[in-house]
């Protein structure tokens, strides 16, 4: 089946940094998506990308579709405690029902 | 936005017992609901596809009847973990899409169901 490459599996930066992850699949994806896991709950989606090259931004985050559909990447501008988390890209094939999941990037921000 | 509402949080059983998870979608109809299952530390395994009014779809390796989920409407899909044991411990988490919004439209979740079995 699909798979999806997440990278990096984790992140220790001080607040203030930017930060970048990524994902890759072998597979061309319809819409990439990004979701933010805090302990205990449900992800919350952060960014959702429909087409191809789209660059979005939802304050001091920005997420680009890449040109290729195979790959997306989240950066977070200026770095805060609070976006410690786990954060999972995911993609949605042609089979619009099913989303795969990366295997998320766990940030941890040092004030 | 889409919310959707899952219920208990958290759940303690004795093994050989069985839980009832709830799944709602407060404002919007969800004629499809996910199931997915987390271990610690690593990313969210689908288990199956609720599909209301039908038969739910299971990914491969899940067994339907250690897992039984039901849609009775278009709000509530409910996920019972029958015969519970130890390994059955897990965080349970349901989703689904709001059709409003487009045929790609994002999946939101539910807070999650933190399921421990004694």
């Known amino acids: 089946g699909q798979q999806l490459n997440q990278s990096p599996q984790s992140m220790f930066i001080q607040e203030g940094e930017d930060v970048s992850m990524n994902c890759t699949s072998s597979?061309?994806?319809?819409?990439w998506l990004w979701y933010k896991q805090e302990p205990g709950e449900g992800p919350v989606l952060l960014i959702a990308?429909?087409?191809?090259?789209e660059l979005t931004s939802n304050g001091r985050l920005t997420a680009q579709f890449g040109i290729t559909r195979k790959d997306s990447f989240l950066n977070i501008s200026a770095s805060i405690p609070s976006d410690v988390g786990i954060y999972f890209c995911a993609g949605q094939g042609t089979n619009a029902g099913k989303s795969t999941f990366g295997d998320g990037t766990t940030l941890t921000v040092k004030p | 936005g889409a919310v959707v509402s899952q219920h208990p949080s958290r759940v303690i059983c004795k093994s050989g017992t069985s839980v009832k998870i709830e799944c709602r979608s407060l404002d919007f109809q969800a004629t499809t609901m996910f199931w997915y299952r987390q271990f610690p530390k690593q990313s969210l395994m689908l288990m199956a596809t609720?599909?209301?009014?039908?038969?739910?779809?299971?990914e491969q390796g899940v067994e339907k009847d250690k897992f039984l989920i039901n849609h009775a409407s278009l709000t509530l899909s409910t996920l019972t973990v029958t015969s519970a044991h130890p390994e059955d411990s897990s965080f349970y988490i349901c989703?689904?899409?709001?059709?409003?919004?487009?045929?790609?439209?994002?999946?939101?979740f539910g807070n999650g169901t933190r399921l421990t079995v004694t």
């Open positions: 609720s599909n209301e009014g039908s038969k739910a779809t299971y």
């Open positions: 990308l429909y087409k191809a090259g």
């Open positions: 597979s061309i994806f319809n819409t």
């Open positions: 989703s689904a899409r709001d059709p409003s919004t487009g045929g790609y439209s994002p999946l939101h």
